[in-house]
Antibody
Framework: EVQLVQSGAEVKKPGESLKISCKGFGYSFSTYRIGWVRQMPGKGLEWIGIIFPGDSEIRYSPSFQAQVTVAADKSISTTFLQWSSLKASDTAIYYC???????????WGQGTLVTVSS | QSALTQPASVSGSPGQSITLSCTGTSSDIGAYNYVSWYQQHPGKAPKLMIYDVSNRPSGVSNRFSGSKSGNTASLTISGLQAEDEADYYCFSFTRSNTWVFGGGTELTVL
């Protein structure tokens, strides 16, 4: 059974760094792209970046370029989303999802709530 | 890349059919048959309902169907049920080799 399991909720202060994770189970991790998606409180879905673990090719949404870093470690079937300096506006739920080709997300993680508050 | 345009809210009565629209441009929806639709209930992760414009994943009710005309994609839900009340998002690949979501539609079953 395919599963994406994300790391737990985080509470951070502005200016702090953070790395959240998404581990894949039940499929060949290196052969599917993984995307990260943000959902701010009460708002819609926004794609952040998509990585192909096989060769670490990454594409960022222009809206998030230079704001976050997406990475993968295929030896542990895990992708990461990280911030070097959080802002209050980074408060959101972050989802990872498996992308089939370039076409659609078929499996989603359970989401990681990130709260940034002083 | 601007978000695809979806109506903010749509409502319907049980048993009715409703259609949700998703309007883009010739650089995204109009360029490829790579439109997908996601259902999201409150507090839950999104769920794939339609992929490649009109294909239904295994396990998704055949009351859900998708189509596309030009730069506009549509999701039709027939025989509306209370459990269909949720937010719906469209998603497309673009000519810029990036992706874009719609702003989402809140479906209310009256």
């Amino acid at each position: 059974e395919v599963q994406l399991v994300q790391s737990g909720a985080e509470v951070k202060k502005p200016g702090e760094s953070l790395k959240i994770s998404c581990k894949g189970f039940g499929y060949s991790f290196s052969t599917y792209r993984i995307g990260w998606v943000r959902q701010m409180p009460g708002k819609g879905l926004e794609w952040i970046g998509i990585i192909f673990p096989g060769d670490s090719e990454i594409r960022y949404s222009p809206s998030f370029q230079a704001q976050v870093t997406v990475a993968a470690d295929k030896s542990i079937s895990t992708t990461f989303l990280q911030w070097s300096s959080l802002k209050a506006s980074d408060t959101a739920i972050y989802y990872c999802a498996r992308l089939v080709g370039f076409r659609y997300f078929d499996y989603w993680g359970q989401g990681t709530l990130v709260t940034v508050s002083s | 890349q601007s978000a695809l345009t979806q109506p903010a809210s749509v409502s319907g009565s049980p048993g009715q059919s409703i259609t949700l629209s998703c309007t883009g441009t010739s650089s995204d929806i109009g360029a490829y048959n790579y439109v997908s639709w996601y259902q999201q209930h409150p507090g839950k992760a999104p769920k794939l309902m339609i992929y490649d414009v009109s294909n239904r994943p295994s396990g998704v009710s055949n009351r859900f169907s998708g189509s596309k005309s030009g730069n506009t994609a549509s999701l039709t839900i027939s025989g509306l049920q209370a459990e269909d009340e949720a937010d719906y998002y469209c998603f497309s690949f673009t000519r810029s080799n990036t992706w874009v979501f719609g702003g989402g539609t809140e479906l209310t079953v009256l």
